[in-house]
C-alpha cells in the first residue's frame, strides 16, 4: 500500500535514522522485503544508530526464526494461531474451528496409564502404566526419550528427586526401583517389603527417600550410596502419608491410627507423636519454615501442630466432609485444604484462637 501511495523506501526516520526497508528486514517482514526488493530499493544502505544493512538484519533474523523453529515447535505453532490475525488465511480457517486446550497425545502405553509426574526442572514427564512399563517424555517436543519396562507388574507410584536426577517408582511386585535419569540407568532394586508400596517422599536436598509400605515401616534411603539408613516400623496401621520438612531436617508421617509421627532425618529417632484427631490422618504438610505442620484428617478438620513441641496450636473446622489435602502458601501466610465436601477452604495461617 506505501509502495502504491509512492512512499520513499529509502527514507529516515528522525528518532533512529532508519530506513522502511531497514525496519521490515529487523523485524521479520520477508514479504515486505520482497516487495521493496522488486522496486530496486538499495539493500546495502546502512542505518546510522547501528551500522547495520538491511540484508544484515534480514539474514540475523532468519536465522533466529529457524533456531526457534528447531528448539520450540509447539510454542511456535501455538503462538503463531494465538496472533494469527481474524481476516488473514490462518484466522479465517481457525475462526469456524471448534479448538480445545489438549496441546498433544502421547501414544506409547499398551495398558492403563495410572500415574504421571513432570520432573521438577520441567524438562521430563514421566508415565506409569498398567502394561508395566515406565516411559519417559521430551515435555517440549514430546518425544519419547526412554522406554523403562523392567517392572513386574503395575505402577503404584513415582516422584522424581528435586534435583530432577533420579526418578524412583514402585510396582505391585512390591519392589522400588531407582533410575538415573541422565544415564538411563537402572540403580537399584530394593526388595523385602511385606506389603505393596504406596508413598514416596524425597527429602528437599534429594539426599534421603522414605519409602512407606502397607505392613506399617517406612524406610529411610541414602539416594548416593543407595543403602538403607534405618526401617520406622512403629505404625501398626497403615501409613497414609508423609512428607519432610522443607529443612531436610524432620520427616512426618500421618496414618490410621489418627496419629502424626515426627522423626529426625538426622539421628533417626522419633521427636514427637501428635494426637488429637478423631479419624485417619489423609495428609501432612510443613510450613514453609518448618516450625508448623499442618494435618488433614477424616474428622473434617485441619489442625496445626508446633514441630518443636508437639503442641496443637489450632483447629480449622468448616469442611463437611474427610480432608484430603493441605498446603502453604510459599510466604506461610495462607494454608490450603481441599476435602471430599467438593471444596477448598483458604485460612490464616498465623490466626489462633
Known sequence: MLLEQGADVESRDNEHDRTLLSWASGNGHVAVVKELLAKNANMQSEDCQYGRTPLSWAVENMHSAVNMACSAPLQLYHSGITFAAGESITGRKLRDKSWSAQLQTLKGHSGMVNTVVFSPDSEILASGSGDGTIQLWDAKSGKQLQIFDSCLGWVNTMVFSPDSEVLVLSSLDRTIWLWDIKSREQLQISKGYLDYTYNLAFSLDSEILASGSGDGTIQLRDTKSREPLQTLDSYLDWVNTMAFSLDSKILALGSDDKTVQL??????????????????????AFSPDSKILASGSGDKTVRLWCT????QLQILEGHLDWVRAVTFSPDGEILASGSDDKTVRLWDAKFRK
Open 308 to 311: 518443636k513441641s508437639g503442641k
Open 263 to 284: 522423626w529426625c532425618t538426622k539421628s533417626r529417632k522419633q521427636l514427637q507423636i501428635l494426637e488429637g484427631h478423631l479419624a485417619r490422618v489423609n495428609t501432612v
